[in-house]
């Protein structure tokens, strides 16, 4: 099973998603059968570590993602991975114009997807302050319990099924 988070600029809410997923995932059963990653819709940052208000945040909570790296949403993507849990509606929209036909199914908006029912989308932090990326990072902390919950119980959604 792999997993890529995916947001707009790779430096905020996606690389703390990708954080938050593989802290959760390597405290469950299911350590070491789940790959994860992230990327963005949009170029700007390719190459570039998280925002640092990003990676303080994530630090604050335990999680080091001080060595992840933005990049770009490519269209091998759609066949590497088996979701794309988006962070925002137009994260979805964008990803889900540039899936091959046959695979705009695994673009998915992740909160909802994860069976988070109080909240759609993880808002953007990247012009708000700590209270933002605070928000920010209970969102994908959740969102990836969720995730671990989705697909230990779930597994015909999940791994067993791709
Ligand atoms: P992210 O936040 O999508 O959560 O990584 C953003 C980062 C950078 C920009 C926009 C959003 N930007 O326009 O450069």
């Given at each position: 099973?792999?997993?890529l988070v995916l947001c707009l600029g790779n430096i905020c809410r996606s690389p703390m998603g990708e954080g938050a997923l593989r802290a959760r995932l390597d405290d469950s059963p299911l350590a070491g059968a789940v790959e994860v990653d992230s990327a963005g819709t949009g170029g700007w940052h390719a190459g570039e570590?998280?925002?640092?208000?990003?990676?303080?945040?994530?630090?604050?909570?335990?999680?080091?993602?001080?060595?992840?790296?933005?990049?770009?949403?490519?269209?091998?993507?759609?066949?590497?991975?088996?979701?794309?849990?988006?962070?925002?509606?137009?994260?979805?929209?964008?990803?889900?114009?540039?899936a091959p036909a046959g695979l705009r199914e695994r673009v998915v908006l992740w909160l909802p997807w994860?069976?988070?029912?109080?909240?759609?989308?993880v808002?953007?932090?990247y012009t708000g302050?700590?209270?933002?990326?605070?928000a920010a990072w209970d969102l994908v902390n959740?969102?990836?319990?969720?995730?671990?919950e989705r697909l230990t119980h779930a597994p015909a959604l999940g791994i067993i099924d791709r």
């Open positions: 099973m792999r997993l570590p998280p925002d640092r208000r990003a990676i303080r945040c994530a630090a604050g909570h335990g999680v080091d993602i001080s060595g992840l790296r933005a990049r770009q949403l490519r269209r091998a993507d759609f066949q590497a991975f088996d979701w794309i849990l988006c962070a925002d509606e137009a994260n979805l929209r964008d990803a889900r114009t540039l994860a069976g988070i029912d109080d909240a759609r989308e808002p953007d932090p302050g700590t209270a933002e990326f605070e959740r969102a990836a319990l969720a995730t671990v």
